[in-house]
């Protein structure tokens, strides 16, 4: 019976194993980023603190003590929130109100903005100079215009270039008193504006007279309305001769006021058309003197101009 239940013992068999360590967790990754997350929001929330500006500070301090109050009546506070300099700007000088670039960037445009009108003024003085040779061409080219030669003039003005014809005593371009133009006259006016047609420029037109007082002044018609009407008939001459009506933007007689030899108030020279090619700083002076005017509004005050003064000279004989 002995043998028999040491027969039935069970044989227990331990086997050791060799290993490592024991497993561990990844709970520990996820707290780490957690902290990372915490402390970059922590970081960024004191850059933030430290770029705002003190007016923008006071409008979020406004919108949580009364969000409803800021929401309706649009918040409250100053500077730019988009700058990290305090005081909203590039100037470090600077901690008070939106400083930004905005005056570095309002210099910057002054200065494209004089580089782009010299640009200009230089390209219309070119043009200028280019239709001054085009005009002494045409008149060079026919043998009628060229004995006129000697009663034209161009040159360059500071409003544009200035064509001026004058009366000699054998080739007067109106009969004495008269606003009749002369045949010769009439075809040198109409070349002048068949060449003026294809300058975009305006025009403007004076008419002048000598210093000799209009015959017929007793009965209110003087040297201011004879050179008005001059002006006028060579106007119409012009726009004969190709120039649109639109291009003219002024007409007007000036009488004796701007004598062309003023120690000579008599001479025949003083007695003129004046053909002016604006350049555009003299077309913006001009419309200047009636701001917001339409051009019925711009024709009356350039009628104004052509004022008549209190006291006009003794009548005599032989106008001009």
Do not use: C
Not at 55 to 75: E, T, W, Y
């Amino acid at each position: 019976m002995a043998g028999d239940s040491k027969k039935l013992q069970p044989i227990i068999i331990k086997r050791v194993k060799k290993g490592g360590h024991a497993k561990h967790g990844g709970a520990w990754k996820i707290a780490y980023a957690d902290f990372v997350t915490a402390m970059m929001a922590f970081f960024l929330l004191m850059w933030l603190l430290g770029s705002t500006t003190e007016g923008d500070k006071k409008g979020i301090a406004d919108f949580f003590n009364a969000p409803l109050k800021v929401s309706l009546m649009g918040g409250s506070g100053s500077g730019d929130s988009s700058s990290v300099v305090r005081g909203g700007g590039a100037d470090l000088s600077r901690s008070v109100g939106q400083v930004k670039d905005g005056d570095v960037v309002t210099r910057r445009k002054l200065l494209n903005l004089k580089a782009l009108q010299a640009e200009q003024h230089r390209v219309e003085v070119a043009r200028l100079e280019a239709l001054k040779v085009k005009v002494e061409e045409a008149l060079a080219a026919s043998p009628r215009l060229a004995a006129m030669k000697s009663q034209i003039r161009l040159d360059m003005t500071k409003d544009g270039l200035r064509i001026q014809i004058t009366d000699e005593q054998n080739r007067p371009m109106f009969d004495s008193g008269s606003a009749v133009v002369k045949p010769y006259m009439r075809e040198l006016l109409r070349e002048i504006g068949h060449v003026l047609s294809d300058v975009p420029n305006h025009i403007t037109l004076e008419g002048h007279t000598d210093a000799q007082p209009y015959g017929g002044g007793d009965r209110g018609y003087s040297n201011w309305e004879l050179s008005s009407d001059r002006a006028n008939a060579s106007r119409r001459e012009i726009v004969s001769g190709g120039l649109p009506e639109d291009r003219m933007l002024l007409v007007q007689g000036m009488a004796s006021s701007n004598l062309f030899v003023p120690d000579q108030p008599q001479s025949a020279l003083n007695r003129r058309i004046s053909i002016i090619v604006m350049n555009r700083e003299a077309e913006e002076r001009l419309l200047k003197i009636a701001p917001g005017q339409g051009d019925a509004d711009l024709a009356a005050a350039a009628e104004a101009a052509v004022a008549r003064p209190a006291t006009e000279p003794a009548v005599q004989a032989n106008p001009r």
